[in-house]
Structures are given as C-alpha cells and as structure tokens.
C-alpha cells in the first residue's frame, strides 16, 4: 500500500506511516514539490501509488481521467500533522480495503 503525499501534508508522516503503508513517500522526497498536479497524477498512475491530499484538485483530476492512480482527500482543514496521522491510522482498514479491494471508486473523503 504505496501513499504519495501531496505537498500541503507534512512529509514528517512518511517514517511514521512506514510500518503501515510501506514504500510510501512525499512529492518533496522524490523531488516533485515544484510539479504541477497533473504531473504528480501521472507519476502515481505509473508508479501505484494512492495519492493523499488536502484539496481538491486530484480528486477533480480522477474525474477528468479515470483512475488510478486513486486519491484519498482528507477534508480535515488545516489540521495538525498529529491529527492527520490519527485520521489516517484510525481509518487505516478502510484506506486498505479501499486500495487492494474497491475496484469502482476513485476517491476516499476521510473526515
């Protein structure tokens, strides 16, 4: 279960993830903070990561393109990298069910 953290997370959650959601990384860590979205999509479609955000904008990408790559679209608001890493380990069957096993959706909204 690959995740790429989109840039308005903190890229501090990847080593705290790891154990979860091995190989998952954060667009500064691969070099992508300057590259557009699209270009962060395509780089998830060809590489099977999920991509994890706070906005909008992947999510309106899937619905232009299909997927994957699939987005999970956090809709916390300006929150506490804490409380993003809670958000993400309390819904982590879900992000896992909805990864491996939900072929018909694009997007998980976690609240």
């Not at 979205?37 to 990408?61: C, H």
């Not at 992000?95 to 072929?103: A, G, R």
Request: proline letters at 3%; charged letters at 20%.
């Amino acid at each position: 279960m690959k995740l790429l953290l989109d840039q308005n997370i903190s890229r501090k959650l990847v080593a705290r993830l790891s154990e979860e959601f091995p190989e998952s990384t954060h667009v500064y860590l691969i070099g992508m903070q300057s590259v557009l979205d699209l270009g962060v999509w395509k780089y998830a479609r060809d590489n099977s990561f999920t991509i994890v955000t706070q906005d909008a904008d992947f999510y309106e990408l899937s619905l232009v393109n299909g997927f994957p790559p699939k987005v999970i679209w956090l809709r916390c608001g300006n929150s506490t990298t804490e409380f993003i890493y809670q958000l993400l380990m309390n819904h982590k069957e879900s992000i896992q069910n909805f990864i491996s096993e939900n072929e018909k959706l694009a997007c998980l909204e976690l609240y």
